[in-house]
């Protein structure tokens, strides 16, 4: 698996028009705190007892078409995606990049995410419902 800062994730995006951004949070985090433009979401774990998804993997395979096709996963922090794409990895796919620091990045010192890092904090296109 490969591992990309937010503005290296969207360099590739642009780069590779092919390649398919999954947003692996849930579809609260997803469309309430918002996501990458051109996110296509697929919980990883699903509320409210946050299990495992027992399809991922099938529904990343239908949404691609391919598992040679490029997938970048982003989640809330970067952390969910690194068992997602280990999950794909198993299953075939053979472009698989994790997404460091997600869409909001780690908790500061107050407990607060989106002012350390992330793929809102970097500035890249993003979209709230």
């Not at 107050?110 to 890249?124: D, E, I, N, Y």
Request: aromatic letters at 8%.
């Amino acid at each position: 698996m490969k591992h990309l800062t937010p503005a290296e994730a969207h360099d590739e995006l642009q780069r590779n028009p092919d390649a398919l951004l999954v947003d692996c949070r849930t579809e609260i985090e997803f469309y309430y705190v918002g996501h990458p433009i051109g996110a296509v979401n697929i919980e990883w774990q699903v509320a409210p007892e946050f299990t495992v998804n027992p399809t991922f993997v099938d529904e990343v395979l239908r949404e691609a078409g391919s598992t040679a096709r490029p997938v970048l996963l982003i989640c809330r922090s970067g952390q969910r995606t690194l068992d997602a794409g280990a999950a794909l990895e198993a299953a075939g796919f053979k472009d698989v990049t994790n997404v460091l620091d997600g869409f909001e990045g780690n908790l500061d010192a107050s407990f607060h995410r989106g002012t350390l890092g992330g793929w809102r904090k970097a500035g890249l296109p993003w979209e709230q419902m």
